[in-house]
């Protein structure tokens, strides 16, 4: 595939998060209901999972429902549940094939009991792979995790865990629902909005921003490589200058690794471990 020459293997995002934006204007325009939309985009998650793994990307985050997702129709909510369980149901052995590790992100309680069920079954079940994390955020809201870490922070103080002195970025960090997971390199929003829609707010800080018009359900691989090589193409300088970083030949992944005192990464999650190809 010729958009692959482009893109240098041992630059790879370690982290992609993708919102998964269009399936109901895709629905809409194809004269379908907005559930058919929902099922094609579940053939998305299938086909970028499988090229992200193929070509060394170590973790993917895929905003599959929102908090505020629950203020939708009920019958798109049963809808998205179903088709959440259903995918679940038809993976867990892909992944088990592929060495994927299911993680999942957000309030993961206020799912009905069949797909929380399941979920942990297959988050269980894949526990020991080491390929790639597939990390789905579902009924996630960014304010929702900031403030839940501030809970059970505060709760450890008041149990004497932990002093007022000790709260640090990489502490505050652990109680974040994503701990162990370093943040996004790149986050890709399909559908032409231009917005962030409460994910990963706090993990986003230096995450570059990919925004395209295609429509979640039209997504595909192609449209993942070009912007992988659009990432690659950017220059990543966290607030520091051109000159400090090596220019736009130097590394500036390594430095998103282990030069950068507090990021995420650096509390040692299975994505970090090895960058970009096979191990
Ligand atoms: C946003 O499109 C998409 C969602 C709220 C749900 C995403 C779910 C899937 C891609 C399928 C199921 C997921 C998995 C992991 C199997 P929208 O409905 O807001 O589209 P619109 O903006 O065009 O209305």
């Known amino acids: 595939m010729g958009i692959m020459k482009e893109i240098d293997p041992l630059r790879l995002p370690q982290h992609i998060a993708i919102i998964m934006d269009g399936n109901g204007r895709w629905a809409e325009l194809h004269t379908m209901g907005r559930i058919l939309g929902h099922r094609k985009g579940a053939e998305s ?81 894949t526990a020991g792979n080491q390929g790639m994390i597939l990390n789905l955020a579902l009924s996630y809201g960014g304010r929702d995790e900031i403030a839940t870490a501030a809970k059970r922070m505060v709760g450890d103080a008041l149990a004497g865990k932990i002093a007022p002195a000790d709260v640090t970025r990489e502490l505050f960090s652990k109680y974040l629902y994503t701990t162990g997971i370093p943040d996004p390199d790149l986050l890709i929003r399909t559908g032409g909005e231009y917005r962030v829609s409460n994910f990963l707010l706090y993990q986003m800080a230096y995450t570059e921003f990919y925004f395209t018009d295609i429509l979640w359900p039209d997504f595909r691989e192609t449209d993942l490589l070009t912007a992988i090589a659009e990432y690659q193409r950017r220059e990543r300088r966290f607030g520091m200058t051109s000159e400090q970083i090596g220019g736009r030949s130097g590394n500036t992944m390594e430095l998103s690794r282990e030069s950068m005192p507090q990021t995420q990464g650096s509390v040692g999650g299975d994505c970090s471990r090895s960058r970009g190809g096979e191990e």
């Open 45 to 125: 998650v299938r086909i970028i999972t499988k090229t992200c793994r193929r070509i060394g990307v170590r973790c993917l985050t895929l905003y599959a429902f929102s908090v505020e997702n629950w203020l939708r129709p009920e019958a798109e909510i049963r809808a998205l549940m179903n088709l959440l369980l259903q995918y679940l149901e038809d993976e867990a052995r892909e992944m088990m094939d592929q060495g994927i590790r299911l993680t999942a992100i957000g309030d993961l309680d206020s799912l009905e009991a069949p797909v929380l069920r399941k979920l942990r079954e297959t988050m269980e079940k």
